[in-house]
Every structure is written in C-alpha cells, then in structure tokens.
C-alpha cells in the first residue's frame, strides 16, 4: 500500500462524520504494517490495544478448551496479529471435575507435559496464516532442574525447532499454595544451570511468576526473583504480572515501583510482563497511583511487554476475549509514543525473540486534507 493510500485511510478517519464512517469501516492493524507497510500508525486513528498477547493461555487448568482454530480466530477479529501460545504447566489432575484450581482447594495441580504436546500438535495442523504465533514450554518443574533438561530433549525430538519461549513457569505463586504448590527452595535456584544454559544459548526467554509479596508484606518473595536474575544476568527473563497478584492488591505504589526501577537497573536483560487483569483492576485503575505507573513505564520504554493472560477453557467466547484484551490495554492510552510502539505496537517483543518484524512509527502529526489530495466538500 502506498503512502498516499494510507494517508487517504487516516484522512477518512479524521472526517469521518463528514463521510459518514462507521465504526466498523475503521482500519485494523495487519501484518503488513509490521513489515514496513505502512508510513506510521495514528493512535487517534486506531486501537490502543496490543497486536501481540505475550501472555495467552490456550490450554485451562482442567476440562475442555476452546478448540485451537477458534481461539486463533478470535484473536484475529480482535486485531491481535502476534501471540504466545502458552498451555497450563500445572494442571489439575484428568479425573477431576475442577476447571480452575480456586474451587478445588486441597487437589494437587501439578507440572506436566500434556499442554505443550497438545498446542503444538494444534499448531502443526492448522499453521494460521494471518497470526504469527509463539509456542511456549510450560511444563517445566522448577524445584525439580533435572526434569526441565529432560522434558525440553523430548519437545526437541517431537517437535524440533518448535517452541521458542519457555512459561509460564511457577518460582512462587501463593494462589496454588492450597493445591500443593510451594516456593521453590532458594538453595535450588542454584541447580537451574543446565537448562538455563539451553535457554541462554538458543536465545530463548523464560517468562517466571513469582510473586513479589503480599498485603501485609510488600517484599516478602523479593528474595526469589533477585536470586535468578543475580545467577542468571545473561538469561532473557520476563518477570510476570509487574510481580503482583491476587495476594498483593494493596499497594504502596512508590516503593513497589522503587523495588522494580532497581531490579531493571540491575539487570538489563529484564523484562516486565504487564498481564493480567488484576493489575487494572486493583492496582492501576486508582488515580493516585496509576501516573506513578505510567511514570514507570515511560522511564523505560524498552522494558515492558503486553499480555491477557486469558485462559482458554471451554465456554469461554470472543467477547470474553477482547474485554480481557481492552482491560489490560487501558494503560497504553496514557504512554508516551516510544513506550506505546514498545508495547502496544510488540517493538519490545519482536526484539526480544529477534523475530523479522517492526512496528510501524508513531504519525507525529495527522495528514490534512489537503496532503492527502482531497479537498473538504
């Protein structure tokens, strides 16, 4: 598409009550911007919400799925063009009649293979043409190393070259502390060495939850996230959920963002998962705190990742999908332009895996009339 022709698509919209536009004529992210198609993206113009979901589980805890097909078609009518296709590593068991781990207190959810095996089985038969995806090992028992090395050798065997991201993987999360979860050993973070060796070579990011506290201890889990990115510097790692959680909703925004500005000082090859949410809900949607955040956010630019966290169980519809999907993009309406491209846009994410993408500029201005070689009636 030429430039005049995009120029002329944001012209329309810019005068759309005088073209009587509808909504649903509005331009929608493609592919071919984010491969030097288009001049520049209009954020008055188009969605605020992510192209690319880093953070999206197409596997649930228990029961069935929404089929594979489906949810690649909902993320294309949503305008999602990137996503990370992330099963559930800790499952509840086959014979249970749970679907989610927080109505079955005291049944164990455990580590195992079956998620990984089933997405990338899904992904080999239907290839979508029109979503760039991400396959994602998910299994992976952190308190127990040797297993990791053994599950990533048999992926490789069954699906060489396939997966490209490991997580979302489990150091301390206390929602599964009733369903026999606990905090891996921190003498234990030491024996990661062979498969964190593995992701380092093949360049390949582990996206950890560990949860930094909760409401009566701000810090409490610090420990834990600072032990693998001072063993690990020279791993890609994507801390996630901005290291809140359902235990963790009040906040003391200033120190919580000073705890985080030292650990992306410290350690530059961090990355912040914004998933999920809670994180809107509870923390950014307060006035007082969410400029902080955005303070944050706009500080470091080049640090931060898009993401649902959206869990794919059967029943679930389009509209759950894309509510999920503008919640956690509401913040990106108040980011700075770099930032936005960063995140909304998947610069931040396409650089982190090296994959041959860019997002589109930011249009510092919006073309008049006149430019575009139309004339107002």
Same mark, same amino acid.
């Given at each position: 598409?030429?430039?005049?022709? +995009?120029?002329?698509?944001?012209?329309?919209?810019?005068?759309?009550?005088?073209?009587?536009?509808?909504?649903?004529?509005?331009? =929608?992210? @493609?592919?071919?911007?984010?491969? *030097?198609?288009?001049?520049?993206?209009? =954020? $008055?113009?188009?969605?605020?919400?992510?192209?690319?979901? @880093?953070?999206?589980?197409?596997?649930?805890?228990?029961?069935?799925? %929404?089929?594979?097909?489906?949810?690649?078609?909902?993320?294309?009518?949503? *305008?999602?063009?990137?996503?990370?296709?992330?099963?559930?590593?800790?499952?509840?068991?086959? #014979?249970?009649?749970? @679907?989610?781990?927080?109505?079955?207190? /005291?049944?164990?959810?455990?580590?195992?293979?079956?998620?990984?095996? &089933?997405?990338?089985?899904? !992904?080999?038969?239907?290839?979508?043409?029109n979503v760039v995806l991400?396959?994602?090992? @998910?299994?992976?028992?952190?308190?127990?190393?040797?297993?990791?090395?053994?599950g990533m050798e048999l992926?490789?065997? $069954?699906?060489? /070259?396939?997966?490209?991201?490991?997580?979302?993987?489990?150091?301390?999360?206390?929602?599964? !502390?009733?369903?026999?979860?606990?905090? %891996?050993?921190?003498?234990?973070?030491?024996?990661?060495?062979? !498969?964190?060796?593995?992701?380092?070579?093949?360049?390949?990011?582990?996206?950890?939850?560990?949860?930094?506290?909760?409401?009566?201890?701000?810090?409490?889990?610090?420990? +834990?996230?600072?032990?693998?990115?001072?063993?690990?510097?020279?791993?890609?790692? &994507? +801390?996630?959920?901005?290291?809140?959680?359902?235990?963790?909703?009040?906040?003391?925004?200033?120190?919580?963002?000073?705890? %985080?500005?030292?650990?992306?000082?410290? #350690?530059?090859?961090?990355?912040?998962?914004?998933? +999920?949410? %809670?994180? $809107?809900? $509870?923390?950014?949607?307060? =006035?007082?705190?969410?400029?902080?955040?955005?303070?944050?956010?706009?500080?470091?630019?080049?640090?931060?990742?898009?993401?649902?966290?959206?869990?794919?169980?059967?029943?679930?519809?389009?509209?759950?999908?894309?509510?999920?999907?503008?919640?956690?993009?509401?913040?990106?309406?108040?980011?700075?332009?770099?930032?936005?491209? *960063?995140?909304?846009?998947?610069?931040?994410?396409? =650089?982190?895996?090296?994959?041959?993408?860019?997002?589109?500029?930011?249009?510092?201005?919006?073309?008049?009339?006149?430019?575009?070689?139309?004339?107002?009636?």
């Amino acid at each position: 598409m030429t430039l005049t022709s +995009w120029r002329i698509i944001l012209v329309v919209l810019a005068v759309g009550s005088h073209f009587a536009v509808q909504a649903s004529d509005a331009p =929608r992210p @493609t592919l071919e911007m984010f491969q *030097g198609g288009a001049p520049c993206y209009d =954020r $008055e113009a188009m969605p605020s919400t992510a192209v690319v979901d @880093t953070h999206l589980h197409f596997r649930p805890f228990g029961g069935p799925a %929404v089929p594979f097909r489906e949810m690649v078609a909902h993320l294309e009518r949503a *305008g999602v063009l990137f996503a990370n296709v992330y099963g559930i590593g800790q499952a509840l068991p086959v #014979h249970s009649d749970c @679907t989610y781990y927080l109505d079955c207190p /005291g049944t164990p959810v455990l580590p195992t293979l079956k998620n990984d095996f &089933v997405n990338a089985a899904n !992904f080999l038969a239907l290839r979508p043409k029109n979503v760039v995806l991400t396959l994602s090992m @998910t299994f992976a028992d952190l308190a127990n190393p040797q297993s990791v090395v053994e599950g990533m050798e048999l992926l490789d065997r $069954e699906f060489p /070259g396939i997966f490209r991201w490991m997580g979302e993987v489990n150091l301390v999360k206390q929602a599964l !502390f009733n369903n026999g979860h606990a905090p %891996v050993p921190l003498a234990t973070i030491a024996n990661w060495r062979p !498969f964190m060796t593995r992701l380092r070579e093949r360049g390949i990011p582990i996206a950890i939850h560990s949860d930094l506290g909760h409401n009566a201890n701000l810090t409490e889990f610090l420990p +834990w996230i600072s032990e693998v990115l001072h063993r690990y510097p020279d791993n890609k790692i &994507v +801390w996630m959920h901005l290291g809140l959680s359902r235990e963790l909703v009040v906040v003391d925004a200033p120190r919580h963002i000073a705890e %985080v500005t030292a650990l992306l000082d410290r #350690h530059p090859n961090l990355m912040i998962d914004l998933s +999920w949410r %809670v994180i $809107e809900d $509870e923390v950014l949607s307060h =006035r007082d705190k969410r400029p902080l955040y955005v303070d944050l956010i706009d500080a470091h630019p080049t640090r931060f990742l898009p993401g649902t966290d959206f869990v794919a169980s059967g029943g679930k519809t389009f509209e759950d999908y894309r509510d999920e999907l503008e919640i956690t993009g509401r913040i990106h309406k108040q980011l700075s332009d770099e930032a936005f491209r *960063g995140i909304a846009l998947g610069e931040n994410y396409f =650089r982190l895996l090296q994959l041959d993408y860019s997002a589109p500029p930011i249009c510092a201005d919006k073309p008049s009339l006149q430019s575009a070689g139309m004339a107002p009636g």
